[in-house]
């Protein structure tokens, strides 16, 4: 687990809301060696799930019929990206986490939900990076005797619902993990690679639903093998607030920024600025000075952070960049 903190206001060093974003990497979970995962019968049919970072992942292990893994979350740190079938089911097609790092969670199940704990309760969420697993990589690219190989026209798809108080959300996101739509045939893929999915515009969320669907179904369902991998799994809780006397620090224009951002700080107490994405992201580093300009001409169209610190103190803008 990674904590970190961001602050969302104006650019004034003064009283003032604290982001802090805490990334469930799964890295302190331990397994008792390499290529192995999370197994537990303690409790057949109940959650014996784990908590990281501000979350709960739950799962579900049954005992019956020698024992299997019904549903849910389970850390691993599986090596294997390519034996195809269901004994392969706890790797991720990439074949480490993201990073690379060590450990990563896998879900099993065509809904699975995870429970916001602690200072998260009732936050945002910044997102999570998202993969395939081997399983269901290689049965969507070779077809099994579940499921088919996938052509075209078939995707098999990620869909995050946010809860609040047991209201959902409006909004919802939703990844491909598999795309077969494209007019131009060579750009289909199966995803085999980390892929962020920004969850801050669900809004303040307690819980979230993450569902599973597919071209490919029967009579009993979904045929694509319904798993997914997910590592750094990022809240955006408040924090503690920081008390100073208000003082502009800086100007920051043109807002929005089509080429060059400009930046005068006023207050020589600076020591860094930072321009991040609203995933959290550093995007660039700048060495303090009176006048700076920023190329803004290569980043994409959005939203994005300046935020300028020192002694002790943080303050972060937003600015637009067309």
Not at 13 to 25: D, K, Y
Not at 157 to 169: A, D, E, I, R
Not at 231 to 260: C, G, M, R, W
Request: net charge negative.
């Amino acid at each position: 687990m990674r904590t970190f903190t961001l602050v969302c206001s104006a650019l004034l060093l003064g009283t003032t809301a604290l982001r802090a974003q805490t990334v469930a990497t799964f890295d302190d979970l331990v397994l008792p060696h390499a290529d192995t995962f999370y197994v537990n019968y303690a409790a057949s049919g109940t959650d014996v799930g784990f908590n990281d970072g501000l979350a709960h992942f739950p799962c579900v292990y049954d005992t019956s019929y020698g024992g299997f893994w019904s549903s849910g979350f389970a850390y691993s740190n599986m090596r294997d990206s390519v034996t195809s079938g269901f004994t392969n089911q706890y790797a991720a097609k990439t074949d480490t986490g993201y990073g690379p790092s060590a450990n990563y969670a896998v879900a099993y199940g065509v809904d699975n939900y995870v429970k916001l704990i602690g200072a998260a309760n009732g936050q945002p969420v910044s997102g999570f990076y998202v993969t395939n697993s081997t399983y269901a990589a290689n049965s969507m690219r070779d077809g099994d005797m579940f499921a088919r190989k996938f052509h075209n026209g078939d995707w098999f798809k990620l869909t995050v619902h946010g809860y609040l108080h047991g209201t959902p959300k409006t909004d919802s996101a939703s990844v491909y993990l598999a795309d077969f739509l494209f007019p131009d045939t060579t750009m289909n893929y199966i995803s085999n690679t980390w892929q962020w999915v920004n969850l801050l515009p669900l809004g303040d969320v307690d819980s979230l639903d993450f569902s599973l669907s597919s071209t490919d179904n029967g009579s009993y369902g979904m045929n694509t093998p319904a798993y997914f991998c997910i590592d750094n799994f990022t809240t955006h809780e408040s924090s503690l607030a920081v008390s100073n006397t208000q003082a502009p620090i800086a100007k920051v224009y043109p807002n929005p920024a089509k080429d060059i951002l400009y930046v005068d700080i006023t207050d020589n107490s600076v020591q860094t600025v930072t321009v991040l994405n609203m995933a959290g992201q550093v995007i660039g580093n700048y060495t303090p000075a009176s006048h700076i300009q920023i190329n803004t001409s290569s980043l994409p169209t959005g939203t994005y952070l300046l935020q300028m610190t020192g002694n002790n103190k943080t303050a972060t803008s937003k600015f637009i960049k067309q």
